[in-house]
């Protein structure tokens, strides 16, 4: 009797911690529901496959400017190319661009740890860990899928951030690599390229009059104009909304795997303001898109057209996972 007395005093007083504690400790499992009811998988999945949808009609479009019918065929060929390299070797691609080295877990076991920890939590495959050798701190995921994926970190976050926050950061790239968000964001970035491409061509075929003898076929002189100056900032508008979207699922996700948002918003503020102070000099508008904030020194107007959110609206709403909305 004496035992059943001790332990149910244990018990109560388990509770009445773990709910003192909530304020500030967010419980994961709680998360991790609310994650899972409020993301809405099938509706970003349909936004994401109009928006992919409606890059490839500019696509097209912008060939068709071009060369009619037959430079629409050469696009949609075009794409598909990219698209192939882009899914079987953008990983290899990137890492290397970043002069990334693989690590073990003998080479250094707190990250490796870290990352292995986070992985059974978020109930992913162990994927390759990787280290750049950078100052900036920044981190990112790659990879076409969970089963073929590699998470990144420069030496320079692995010195600013706590364990808690750097496990913030690897979750959120742990949450890309779980909803392929890779993948999607590597075609998204390799299209807009595509018609960035043709725009430029479309630019030399109208100062040379190539479009004077297409009017019946595709567009002429006027659709070579349009076509030049609105495909890519068109293209460019949709891949800000597919990357913008995704980053801010990957933020929740992220805070479901570790178990607390703050770990990721205290990050945040840390790595926006060290990225402003130190950008990364090899970093380049293709692939910045990547990393979990941007690497490149773009302010003021610059920043309006940066496919990550804005700072200030990623850790409002980290933050409102745990105190609530504030007015």
Known sequence: ????????????????????????????????????????????????TF??????????????????????????????????????????????????????EAESPEFYGLVRQLTVQAGLPMPKVYLIPSDTPNAFATGRNP???????????????????????????LSHVKHRDILIS??????????????????????????????????GMLGLLVMAIVAPMAALLIQMAISRSREYEADKGGAAISGNPLYLANALRKLESANRQLPMPEATPSSAHMFIVNPLSGGGLASL????????????RLEAMVYGSRS
Not at 152 to 173: D, F, K, N, P, W
Not at 188 to 214: C, E, K, N, P, S
């Open 186 to 219: 590597t075609i998204a970035a390799t299209v807009a390229g595509a018609i960035a491409y043709l725009a430029h061509m479309a630019q030399w075929a109208a100062i040379f009059g190539g479009g004077r003898d297409r009017d019946d076929d595709g567009g």
């Open 305 to 316: 057209f940066s496919t990550h959110p804005p700072m200030e609206e990623r850790v409002r």
């Open 51 to 104: 928006l992919l949808t409606l890059m490839t009609v500019l696509l097209v479009m912008a060939g068709g400017a071009i060369g009619g019918q037959g430079g629409m065929l050469i696009a949609l060929v075009f794409a598909g190319v990219m698209n192939f390299v882009s899914y079987w070797f953008s990983d290899k691609i990137v890492l290397k661009m970043y002069r990334a080295k693989e690590v073990t």
């Open 1 to 48: 009797m004496l035992f059943t007395d001790k332990l149910l005093a244990l018990t109560a007083l388990a509770v009445f911690s773990g709910n003192a504690y909530n304020g500030v400790e967010t419980n994961q499992e709680k998360l991790r529901s609310v994650y899972r009811s409020k993301r809405g998988p099938l509706m970003n999945i349909l936004k994401t």
């Open 147 to 173: 089963e073929h994926a590699a998470v990144a970190a420069t030496s320079g976050i692995l010195r600013i951030l706590s364990r808690e926050e750097l496990m913030g950061v690897m979750a959120h790239e």
